[in-house]
């Protein structure tokens, strides 16, 4: 398909345990963002990447965190030794780079985390 | 300086009535402020979006007002329809780049039948 493509859609783990999540950005978007949006909350920013360069992940709440982008398109955001309060939609988000800025974000429909 | 307020968490309208939901920022370096639109299980998506060299945009039964002295914006759903029940965030972004967006906290309206 043409939008931003994540997986899993669904994903239950137990507390400890660590979890992979991927996001397939649009095809010619070079900018790639992760967010995390809890049960009824706004939407948090987690990490950006633009490019080849350095990825900003002031967003990233703790060191369990981290995230990756082969290639400038597909990322992996991984969350090690997961914890309850790690329970929330992960939205991942594509743009057009810079210099062909439109301010808009293009989001996947997410992936639901649930630590049991 | 980054954050944007929005207000209110909930909002419950009848079906033809007037939908509104207010920003406001405090950073004036802020030149770009889009509205996105989320319902239940999908991502935000792009609604309509503002410059501040106009004070208002129409799109539809959907209308954005901007008060630049104030330093507010808001969102108008005329007409409001049950399927205009979604989660609506604004946004500001300083020249327009989508790196620099802050959300406000969101808009949980629903608009009964």
């Known amino acids: 398909g043409a939008g931003v493509s994540q997986s899993p859609s669904n994903k239950v783990t137990e507390k400890g345990k660590d979890v992979e999540l991927r996001c397939d950005p649009i095809s010619g978007h070079t900018a790639l963002y992760w967010y995390r949006q809890s049960l009824g909350q706004g939407l948090e920013f987690l990490i950006y990447?633009?490019?080849?360069?350095?990825p900003d992940k002031s967003g990233l709440p703790s060191d369990r965190f981290s995230a990756e982008r082969t290639g400038g398109s597909v990322s992996t955001l991984t969350i090690q030794r997961t914890q309850q309060e790690d329970s929330a939609v992960y939205l991942c988000?594509?743009?057009w780079g810079a210099g062909q800025n439109t301010g808009e974000l293009f989001f996947g429909e997410g992936s639901r985390l649930t630590v049991l | 300086q980054q954050q944007v307020k929005q207000s209110p968490q909930s909002l419950i309208v009848q079906k033809g009535g007037i939908s509104i939901i207010n920003c406001a920022y405090e950073n004036t370096a802020f030149d770009y402020f889009p509205w996105y639109q989320q319902f239940p299980g999908k991502g935000p998506a792009l609604l309509i979006a503002i410059r501040p060299d106009v004070s208002e945009k129409k799109e539809g039964r959907f209308t954005i007002s901007f008060n630049k002295s104030a330093k507010q914006f808001s969102l108008h759903i005329m007409d409001s329809q049950p399927g205009d029940s979604a989660t609506y965030f604004c946004a500001a972004s300083i020249s327009g780049s989508a790196r620099q967006l802050t959300f406000g906290s969101g808009t949980q309206l629903t608009v009964l039948p």
């Open positions: 990447f633009q490019g080849n360069s350095a």
């Open positions: 988000a594509s743009s």
